[in-house]
């Protein structure tokens, strides 16, 4: 079955510079690729989102890359703010068998 | 709109009591699904359910059963709880086409088994 792995698992960086966070997947059959973040006690919610025919989206300072050869894909902070701290999940799913996969989670902090 | 609902938030159960988790979303969708997350760990997959009819399982199966009872009620049970199922679950559901596929969470049950 599928397997996603995520890194790192914490990181730190400081207000204004970037972050990334990279994920690599197991099975070939995935071609959707979303990213959740998740606040402290609250529930995940979509940030971003790429389908296997893509190979690069941006939304403002966030942005996403999809390697299909290689099964990796990266999301990518720019402009760090202190509202970005939480804890991001990338994920993986077959859109035939609808099994959505997720990392084990990277948290993210801000340092002002 | 209420989006996915969860039932109860929060839950204390002894050792070997058996309990359900509702679930119920008005989204329309076809996939629903159950995951666990515990403290500082990913979200792992129990159950999921591409249709109304089908369930298969995830990556941490076992000690659970799920009904997808209609197209819009997903429920999990629990049959003789343990100490190591202490966790929070989380309910999904996603559409198939057109939406993406998007994943909504519901707001997640936190359980606790003494």
């Known amino acids: 079955g599928e397997n996603v792995e995520q890194h790192p698992s914490t990181l730190s960086v400081q207000e204004g510079d970037s972050a990334v966070i990279k994920c690599t997947y197991s099975?070939?059959?995935?071609?959707?690729f979303p990213w959740y973040k998740q606040e402290l006690g609250k529930r995940p919610q979509l940030i971003i989102d790429?389908?296997?025919?893509?190979g690069e989206k941006k939304d403002q300072r966030i942005a996403v890359t999809l390697n299909k050869t290689a099964k990796h894909f990266s999301l990518h902070i720019t402009e760090t703010q202190p509202e970005d701290s939480a804890v991001y999940f990338c994920a993986a799913k077959d859109q035939g068998a609808q099994k959505l996969v997720f990392g084990q989670g990277t948290r993210l902090t801000i340092n002002p | 709109n209420a989006g996915v609902t969860q039932t109860p938030k929060f839950q204390v159960l002894k050792t070997g009591q058996s309990m359900t988790l509702q679930c119920a979303q008005d989204m329309n969708h076809n996939s629903m699904y159950w995951y666990r997350q515990d403290p500082g760990m990913g979200l792992r997959l129990i159950y999921y359910s591409a249709s109304e009819g089908t369930t298969d399982k995830g990556e941490v199966p076992n000690g659970y059963n799920v009904s997808r009872l209609n197209k819009r009620e997903f429920s999990l049970r629990l049959e003789s709880a343990a100490p190591s199922q202490t966790s929070v679950y989380f309910c999904?559901?996603?559409?198939?086409?057109?939406?993406?596929?998007?994943?909504?969470f519901g707001q997640g049950t936190r359980l606790t088994v003494v």
């Open positions: 999904a559901s996603s559409g198939t086409q057109g939406a993406l596929g998007e994943a909504f």
């Open positions: 790429i389908r296997s025919n893509v």
């Open positions: 099975d070939s059959a995935s071609n959707y």
